[in-house]
Structures are given as C-alpha cells and as structure tokens.
C-alpha cells in the first residue's frame, strides 16, 4: 500500500518540528533555521490556517503566511509541511510549494471534508499525513487513510496526536497507544508518527511521551516548537525551544527491537499498553485516596482527633484482604500494599496535624 521510498525516508530517528502557527516571517526563519541545524529534523511544520475550539482566539495568518513559507526549504534545506482542512488550503498549499500535507484531528472526524480534500488531491502525489480523529475511533482512522489512498496517494503516514477525554488525566488527549497499535497491526506498512506536544499539551511530559513512541516503534515525532514558546500565539505551554528539543532529543533512547515476528511483537506491544494504561489509573486512583485522606487530616485537626484510628485501621486490612481473596489476590499481598499505604496516610495527616504549631512554644 505504501511507497518503498517515502517509508525509506519517513526512517527513525525523523522528526518533524516547527511552531504551532506561523505567526511572523521572522518566527518562521528563525525557528526553520535553528531546526535545521538539528540532525534529526527532516521537516518544517507551520499551521496556516488553525482549527480553534473556540472563536475569537487566533485562528492563523492564512495566505500571507504560505508565502514565507516559501522561503524554508531555499534557505535551510528543511522540507515544509502544513495542515489542510478543505479543497481550497489544499490547492494554495500546492501553488505555495508546500513539500508534505497534514489532515488535523477536527478533520479526520469528518469524512465529508476527507473525501473532498481526497478529491482535491488526485493527481497531485504529494505526501499525506493523516492525524487521528479527536474521539477515539480507530475505523474512523482507518477510514481518512482509506480516502487519501484512494485518491491515489502512496506516501501517507499517520500521526497519533492523542483523544480527547472529558475527565481531565494528566494529558491534554489521552494517548489511548492500543488504538496506535490496531493501527499499526492493521498496515504494518504503514509510517506512525507520535505528536507529543498534543497529546501532553505541556512541554515537560515531551520527553517522556517521545521515549514511549519509540519505545513502541513509532517512526518519528512531530514536536511544536517555537522560540519563544511562552509568547506563542497557540499552544504555548506545550511548545518548546530549538535548543530544548535538542537537548531532548540527544536524550531518547533508540531502542534495538529484538523481536522479529512482527504479529507477536504489536500483541505484546498491545498487551503492555493496556498495562501501562492499568498503571495510570492506579496512580490516579491513589492520588485521589490521598486528597482524601488530606480532608480527613484537616478534618482530625479542627476536632483535635488523634491520628493512629487502630480500629478502623484493622477495619480495612480484614475487608480488604476479603475482597481481594475473592479478587483471587494473595492475602500476604494485599496486606502489605495497604500497610503502607496506611503508613503513607498517616505521614500525611502528620504533616497536616502539625501545620501551624510552633514546636517552640509546646
Ligand atoms: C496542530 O498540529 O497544530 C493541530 C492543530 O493539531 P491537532 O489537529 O492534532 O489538534
Ligand atoms: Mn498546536
């Protein structure tokens, strides 16, 4: 399905980088330069036109901005790519000379503006990146790439950019990787590049989502970066500077992938990511029971009750290592993950108790 050149060139480590929007000649020169001085990046990205949630924030400079664009590819040698939503960006992306076309997550989710940038882009052979829908549906997915392919086009990659959850997480869109994975289990073939920027939406988890893409054996990343990232007209938390997506850069690791048996190992990559997703909720699930024990402590303070309840403490070790055994847990486990627990929660209260006390005047 897939052009043996373009997966050739979309090779690890590929990185594509550049601000969220173009928002000056000036910004876009002095990104694309200090970017091209970075081994590893291959192309520039800029948004043109942008897709915001909500009116009256910026939605992008347009046409104007396409003519500086121009200028990258001249004067640093980087490739340029730019995001598409209908007919018309597509036709003056082309008159522009725009190396390499995205299709956002606002419109992936909508297969009529797919079809008719599909439409737009028969004949044209440019290169296609297809972005994951906001919500997650992998058939919707599927479904975009279908419609670029079908249009003739053979040098698409997808880009995995997160989903949108209404309970808020530690992500601006949950990085859901099974759904990545199906992906990739349904075209091994075919390129995926992890946008960490969007799914963090905050510039110090970058690192650490860029190691588990290659950890996964995404082909690459796109990372927004600008130069001044806190001034950044869009997106600013989670931009980031040349120099600090150097810095991150140099420190991934490009993992050798021993296992050859490409079906046992996106198994065991889907497995392990529904473990990873296990573990996040753990932690949350932890995180809330100790905002709860916070109240609980404030609540001891303002009554002058002690701490150390041994009852209810051996309340919970019996009830719980009860529901565990029905859970088929090990009893000695589950007895020692709640005593410390137990212990955690009583330093907390400590520290909650003993706000406010002068230990000189006790
Ligand atoms: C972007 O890449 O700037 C963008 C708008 O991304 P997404 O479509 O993933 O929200
Ligand atoms: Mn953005």
């Excluded at 173009?22 to 091209?36: D, F, G, P």
């Excluded at 790519?81 to 992936?108: D, M, P, S, Y």
Aim: proline fraction near 4%; include cysteine; hydrophobic fraction near 40%.
């Amino acid at each position: 399905m897939i052009n043996k050149n373009w997966q050739a060139f979309v090779k690890k480590p590929f990185v594509i980088a550049g601000p969220c929007s173009a928002e000056s000649e000036s910004q876009v020169m002095e990104t694309a330069t200090a970017l091209s001085k970075i081994e590893e990046v291959k192309i520039f990205r800029a948004g043109i036109w942008k897709p915001r949630t909500r009116p009256n924030s910026f939605e992008g400079i347009g046409l104007a901005a396409l003519d500086w664009m121009k200028n990258v590819y001249p004067e640093t040698g980087l490739l340029t790519a730019v995001e598409v939503a209908n007919a018309q960006h597509v036709e003056l992306a082309l008159k522009a000379g725009i190396n390499i076309l995205w299709l956002g997550a606002r419109t992936t989710v909508n297969p009529f503006y797919v079809q008719e940038i599909a439409d737009a882009l028969k004949g044209t052979g440019i290169p296609v990146m297809v972005k994951n829908p906001i919500h997650p549906e992998l058939q919707l997915w599927q479904g975009a790439i279908e419609r670029i392919y079908n249009a003739g086009i053979d040098q698409i990659a997808a880009i995995h950019r997160g989903f949108y959850t209404y309970n808020k997480t530690l992500f601006r869109n949950n990085p859901h990787w099974d759904i990545a994975i199906q992906l990739k289990m349904w075209q091994p073939d075919l390129p995926i590049i992890c946008d960490p920027s969007h799914i963090t939406g905050r510039r110090d988890l970058i690192k650490i989502v860029s190691q588990k893409a290659l950890d996964l054996d995404f082909q690459g990343l796109m990372i927004e970066t600008h130069p001044n990232p806190d001034k950044a007209l869009s997106d600013a938390a989670q931009q980031i500077t040349p120099k600090t997506l150097k810095e991150i850069l140099a420190d991934l690791v490009y993992r050798d992938i021993k296992i050859t048996n490409k079906e046992f190992r996106s198994q065991l990559e889907e497995l392990r990511s529904e473990i990873d997703k296990i573990d996040e909720n753990l932690l949350e699930i932890l995180a809330h029971r100790f905002e709860m024990i916070e109240k609980i402590g404030t609540y001891k303070r303002e009554n002058n009750v002690a701490i150390l309840q041994l009852e209810r403490f051996m309340e919970i070790l019996k009830t719980r290592t009860e529901i565990g055994a029905k859970l088929n847990l090990n009893e000695q486990f589950v007895k020692q993950l709640f005593d410390q627990i137990h212990q955690e929660s009583i330093q907390k209260q400590t520290e909650i108790l003993s706000q406010g006390i002068n230990i000189n005047k006790v």
